[in-house]
Protein backbone atom coordinates (compact mmCIF):
# COMPACT_ATOMS: atom_id res chain seq x y z
CA UNK A 1 0.00 0.00 0.00
CA UNK A 2 2.50 2.20 1.06
CA UNK A 3 4.63 1.63 -2.43
CA UNK A 4 1.82 2.09 -4.35
CA UNK A 5 1.25 5.71 -2.45
CA UNK A 6 4.83 6.58 -3.34
CA UNK A 7 4.17 5.61 -7.31
CA UNK A 8 0.61 7.31 -7.44
CA UNK A 9 3.14 10.46 -5.83
CA UNK A 10 5.75 10.60 -7.90
CA UNK A 11 3.33 10.56 -11.18
CA UNK A 12 1.44 13.01 -9.58
CA UNK A 13 4.75 15.04 -9.13
CA UNK A 14 6.07 14.26 -12.70
CA UNK A 15 2.49 15.65 -14.26
CA UNK A 16 2.67 18.61 -12.12
CA UNK A 17 6.23 19.66 -13.42
CA UNK A 18 5.21 18.58 -17.12
CA UNK A 19 2.33 21.07 -16.74
CA UNK A 20 4.47 23.95 -15.31
CA UNK A 21 6.95 22.83 -18.12
CA UNK A 22 4.66 22.86 -20.81
CA UNK A 23 3.29 26.34 -19.25
CA UNK A 24 7.14 27.85 -19.44
CA UNK A 25 7.87 26.70 -23.06
CA UNK A 26 4.51 27.37 -24.57
CA UNK A 27 5.37 30.79 -25.51
CA UNK A 28 8.97 29.79 -27.42
CA UNK A 29 6.23 27.29 -29.39
CA UNK A 30 3.88 30.43 -30.08
CA UNK A 31 6.76 32.42 -31.09
CA UNK A 32 7.76 29.57 -33.99
CA UNK A 33 4.41 28.77 -34.85
CA UNK A 34 3.46 32.60 -35.33
CA UNK A 35 6.52 33.10 -37.26
CA UNK A 36 4.57 31.10 -39.99
CA UNK A 37 1.52 33.19 -39.89
CA UNK A 38 0.10 36.45 -41.19
CA UNK A 39 -0.77 39.62 -39.41
CA UNK A 40 -4.50 38.91 -39.53
CA UNK A 41 -3.98 35.26 -38.82
CA UNK A 42 -2.08 36.20 -35.47
CA UNK A 43 -4.56 38.92 -34.23
CA UNK A 44 -7.72 36.99 -35.08
CA UNK A 45 -6.31 33.49 -34.91
CA UNK A 46 -7.17 31.36 -31.75
CA UNK A 47 -5.19 28.22 -32.80
CA UNK A 48 -1.80 27.41 -31.96
CA UNK A 49 -1.08 26.14 -35.83
CA UNK A 50 -1.14 27.95 -38.83
CA UNK A 51 -3.05 27.71 -41.66
CA UNK A 52 -0.10 27.25 -43.99
CA UNK A 53 3.75 27.23 -43.44
CA UNK A 54 5.03 29.79 -45.00
CA UNK A 55 8.94 30.70 -44.24
CA UNK A 56 8.93 34.15 -45.57
CA UNK A 57 8.79 35.47 -42.16
CA UNK A 58 12.00 33.60 -41.87
CA UNK A 59 13.21 34.59 -44.97
CA UNK A 60 12.15 38.74 -45.10
CA UNK A 61 12.59 38.86 -41.38
CA UNK A 62 16.71 38.15 -41.71
CA UNK A 63 17.52 40.29 -44.60
CA UNK A 64 15.27 43.01 -42.75
CA UNK A 65 14.47 46.27 -44.26
CA UNK A 66 17.77 48.55 -44.27
CA UNK A 67 21.40 48.30 -45.25
CA UNK A 68 22.11 45.74 -42.82
CA UNK A 69 20.71 41.43 -42.32
CA UNK A 70 20.37 39.67 -39.26
CA UNK A 71 23.81 38.24 -39.65
CA UNK A 72 25.58 41.56 -38.80
CA UNK A 73 23.30 42.14 -35.81
CA UNK A 74 24.28 38.60 -34.70
CA UNK A 75 28.22 39.12 -35.02
CA UNK A 76 27.58 42.26 -33.25
CA UNK A 77 25.66 40.67 -30.91
CA UNK A 78 28.72 38.26 -30.23
CA UNK A 79 31.31 41.34 -30.64
CA UNK A 80 29.71 42.46 -27.36
CA UNK A 81 28.75 39.09 -25.44
CA UNK A 82 31.72 36.84 -25.81
CA UNK A 83 34.31 39.57 -24.75
CA UNK A 84 31.67 40.85 -21.62
CA UNK A 85 31.61 37.39 -20.47
CA UNK A 86 35.53 36.49 -20.42
CA UNK A 87 36.29 39.50 -18.41
CA UNK A 88 33.50 39.15 -16.27
CA UNK A 89 34.76 35.68 -15.34
CA UNK A 90 38.25 36.69 -15.05
CA UNK A 91 37.74 39.90 -12.99
CA UNK A 92 35.33 37.98 -11.01
CA UNK A 93 37.36 35.40 -9.61
CA UNK A 94 40.49 37.59 -9.19
CA UNK A 95 38.33 39.65 -7.23
CA UNK A 96 36.95 37.16 -5.28
CA UNK A 97 40.12 35.40 -4.38
CA UNK A 98 41.15 38.15 -2.76
CA UNK A 99 38.73 38.49 -0.47
CA UNK A 100 38.16 34.63 -0.10
CA UNK A 101 41.95 34.04 0.60
CA UNK A 102 43.58 37.28 1.97
CA UNK A 103 43.38 39.36 4.82
CA UNK A 104 44.36 42.81 4.23
CA UNK A 105 43.62 46.14 6.15
CA UNK A 106 40.09 47.16 5.27
CA UNK A 107 39.41 44.01 4.30
CA UNK A 108 35.82 43.55 5.86
CA UNK A 109 35.07 47.28 5.11
CA UNK A 110 36.05 46.66 1.23
CA UNK A 111 33.77 43.77 0.84
CA UNK A 112 30.97 45.48 2.92
CA UNK A 113 31.37 48.34 0.22
CA UNK A 114 31.11 45.63 -2.44
CA UNK A 115 28.31 44.34 -1.40
CA UNK A 116 26.25 47.70 -0.73
CA UNK A 117 26.32 48.89 -4.29
CA UNK A 118 24.25 45.72 -4.83
CA UNK A 119 21.51 47.74 -3.28
CA UNK A 120 22.29 50.65 -5.88
CA UNK A 121 19.49 50.66 -8.33
CA UNK A 122 21.15 50.84 -11.70
CA UNK A 123 18.77 53.29 -13.14
CA UNK A 124 20.58 56.12 -10.65
CA UNK A 125 23.77 55.05 -12.67
CA UNK A 126 22.64 55.79 -15.48
CA UNK A 127 23.74 59.25 -16.08
CA UNK A 128 26.75 59.58 -14.11
CA UNK A 129 27.79 56.18 -16.40
CA UNK A 130 26.79 58.16 -19.58
CA UNK A 131 28.53 61.13 -18.73
CA UNK A 132 32.04 59.17 -17.49
CA UNK A 133 31.41 57.16 -20.87
CA UNK A 134 31.10 60.59 -22.63
CA UNK A 135 34.34 61.98 -21.19
CA UNK A 136 36.51 58.77 -22.10
CA UNK A 137 34.87 58.98 -25.67
CA UNK A 138 33.37 55.50 -25.44
CA UNK A 139 29.92 56.29 -26.58
CA UNK A 140 29.14 54.52 -29.77
CA UNK A 141 31.50 51.50 -28.65
CA UNK A 142 31.26 48.99 -26.71
CA UNK A 143 33.96 49.75 -24.46
CA UNK A 144 30.75 50.72 -22.27
CA UNK A 145 30.45 46.88 -21.95
CA UNK A 146 33.99 45.57 -21.98
CA UNK A 147 35.67 47.73 -19.65
CA UNK A 148 32.86 47.35 -16.82
CA UNK A 149 33.65 43.51 -16.69
CA UNK A 150 37.36 44.45 -16.73
CA UNK A 151 36.75 45.78 -13.64
CA UNK A 152 34.87 43.48 -11.73
CA UNK A 153 31.87 45.78 -11.69
CA UNK A 154 29.67 43.26 -11.38
CA UNK A 155 29.51 42.88 -7.32
CA UNK A 156 26.75 39.79 -7.50
CA UNK A 157 29.31 37.27 -9.36
CA UNK A 158 32.03 38.28 -7.38
CA UNK A 159 29.43 37.44 -3.98
CA UNK A 160 28.99 34.01 -5.83
CA UNK A 161 32.53 33.28 -6.41
CA UNK A 162 33.48 34.66 -2.52
CA UNK A 163 30.64 32.45 -1.49
CA UNK A 164 32.50 29.10 -3.90
CA UNK A 165 35.72 29.52 -2.75
CA UNK A 166 35.01 29.54 1.41
CA UNK A 167 33.54 26.09 0.66
CA UNK A 168 36.79 25.29 -0.94
CA UNK A 169 39.43 23.54 2.28
CA UNK A 170 42.23 25.91 2.55
CA UNK A 171 44.52 23.02 2.64
CA UNK A 172 44.65 22.76 -0.76
CA UNK A 173 46.25 26.24 -1.27
CA UNK A 174 48.80 25.66 1.40
CA UNK A 175 49.78 22.07 -0.14
CA UNK A 176 49.95 23.77 -3.36
CA UNK A 177 52.12 26.76 -1.60
CA UNK A 178 54.40 23.96 -0.34
CA UNK A 179 54.99 22.84 -3.73
CA UNK A 180 56.21 25.96 -4.96
CA UNK A 181 53.30 26.90 -6.71
CA UNK A 182 52.45 31.33 -5.77
CA UNK A 183 49.27 32.69 -5.39
CA UNK A 184 48.43 32.92 -9.02
CA UNK A 185 48.98 29.46 -9.87
CA UNK A 186 47.69 28.45 -6.77
CA UNK A 187 44.01 29.85 -8.13
CA UNK A 188 44.64 28.97 -12.13
CA UNK A 189 45.94 25.43 -11.91
CA UNK A 190 44.62 24.47 -7.97
CA UNK A 191 41.42 26.15 -7.71
CA UNK A 192 40.47 27.12 -11.18
CA UNK A 193 39.44 23.19 -11.97
CA UNK A 194 37.35 22.97 -8.88
CA UNK A 195 35.95 26.68 -9.61
CA UNK A 196 34.45 25.13 -13.18
CA UNK A 197 30.80 24.86 -12.26
CA UNK A 198 30.66 28.12 -10.36
CA UNK A 199 32.43 30.15 -13.55
CA UNK A 200 29.78 27.94 -15.79
CA UNK A 201 26.82 29.66 -14.17
CA UNK A 202 28.75 33.14 -14.26
CA UNK A 203 28.99 32.59 -17.71
CA UNK A 204 24.96 31.42 -18.09
CA UNK A 205 24.02 34.75 -16.42
CA UNK A 206 26.06 37.55 -18.10
CA UNK A 207 25.33 35.80 -21.24
CA UNK A 208 21.69 35.97 -20.90
CA UNK A 209 21.85 39.32 -19.25
CA UNK A 210 24.40 40.78 -21.95
CA UNK A 211 22.72 39.34 -24.71
CA UNK A 212 18.81 40.44 -23.88
CA UNK A 213 19.73 43.71 -22.37
CA UNK A 214 18.39 46.50 -24.33
CA UNK A 215 18.44 49.85 -22.11
CA UNK A 216 22.00 50.01 -22.34
CA UNK A 217 23.04 49.15 -25.77
CA UNK A 218 20.14 52.04 -26.70
CA UNK A 219 21.62 54.55 -24.00
CA UNK A 220 25.41 54.05 -25.39
CA UNK A 221 25.24 53.03 -29.03
CA UNK A 222 24.31 55.24 -31.92
CA UNK A 223 25.43 53.19 -35.38
CA UNK A 224 22.67 51.01 -36.64
CA UNK A 225 25.80 49.33 -37.81
CA UNK A 226 26.73 48.47 -34.39
CA UNK A 227 23.76 47.98 -33.03
CA UNK A 228 22.83 44.05 -31.23
CA UNK A 229 20.17 41.53 -31.82
CA UNK A 230 18.21 43.57 -28.77
CA UNK A 231 17.82 46.87 -30.75
CA UNK A 232 17.65 45.45 -34.09
CA UNK A 233 14.29 43.64 -33.26
CA UNK A 234 13.09 47.22 -32.03
CA UNK A 235 14.15 48.47 -35.00
CA UNK A 236 11.63 45.92 -37.09
CA UNK A 237 8.80 48.16 -35.43
CA UNK A 238 9.86 51.70 -36.19
CA UNK A 239 10.80 51.61 -39.97
CA UNK A 240 6.89 50.49 -40.65
CA UNK A 241 3.68 51.74 -40.38
CA UNK A 242 2.27 48.92 -39.68
CA UNK A 243 4.41 45.86 -38.09
CA UNK A 244 4.67 42.41 -39.85
CA UNK A 245 4.55 40.55 -36.83
CA UNK A 246 5.79 37.25 -38.33
CA UNK A 247 8.86 38.56 -39.28
CA UNK A 248 9.91 40.16 -35.88
CA UNK A 249 8.46 36.38 -34.31
CA UNK A 250 10.67 34.44 -36.55
CA UNK A 251 13.55 37.02 -35.58
CA UNK A 252 12.84 36.58 -32.17
CA UNK A 253 12.80 33.34 -32.00
CA UNK A 254 16.34 33.01 -33.90
CA UNK A 255 17.58 35.38 -31.59
CA UNK A 256 16.58 33.49 -28.66
CA UNK A 257 17.88 29.76 -29.84
CA UNK A 258 21.40 30.25 -29.31
CA UNK A 259 20.58 31.03 -25.32
CA UNK A 260 18.63 27.93 -25.00
CA UNK A 261 21.31 25.94 -26.92
CA UNK A 262 23.68 27.07 -24.35
CA UNK A 263 21.44 26.55 -21.28
CA UNK A 264 21.12 22.87 -22.09
CA UNK A 265 24.13 22.21 -22.90
CA UNK A 266 25.25 23.73 -19.49
CA UNK A 267 22.87 23.02 -16.79
CA UNK A 268 25.08 20.73 -15.34
CA UNK A 269 27.45 23.00 -14.49
CA UNK A 270 24.73 25.75 -13.79
CA UNK A 271 22.81 23.65 -11.04
CA UNK A 272 26.63 22.31 -9.21
CA UNK A 273 27.56 26.35 -9.46
CA UNK A 274 24.23 27.43 -7.79
CA UNK A 275 24.02 24.45 -5.45
CA UNK A 276 27.22 24.51 -3.66
CA UNK A 277 27.74 28.55 -4.17
CA UNK A 278 26.01 29.08 -0.69
CA UNK A 279 23.31 31.42 -2.53
CA UNK A 280 20.52 28.32 -1.68
CA UNK A 281 20.56 30.13 2.01
Same mark, same amino acid.
Given at each position: ?9 ? &? ?9 ? !? ?12 ? /? ?18 ? #? ?12 ? /? ?14 ? =? ?8 ? #??? /? =? ?18 ? +? ?9 ? !????? !????? %? *????? =?? #? ?6 ? $? ?8 ? @? ?13 ? @? %? /??? !? +? ?30 ? *? ?19 ? %? ?14 ? &???? +?? $? ?16 ? @?
Amino acid at each position: MREKKKKLGR &IFAFLLVLAFG !LCMVYPLIWMFFAA /FKTNKEIYTGTGLLPESFDP #AGFIKGWISTGQYN /FADYFINTLIMVVPTV =ALTVISSTLV #AYG /F =ARFRFRGHKVLFMLMMSTLM +VPSSVLIIPRY !LLYRD !LHWLD %S *YMPFW =AT #AALGCYPF $FIYQEVQFLR @GIPAELDEAAKIDGC @G %S /FRT !L +VLILGPVLKPSLMSVCIFQTIWTWNDFMNPLI *YINSVSKYPLSLALRLGLDVA %STAEWNQIMAMAFLSI &IPLV +VM $FFCLQKYFVEGIATSGLK @G
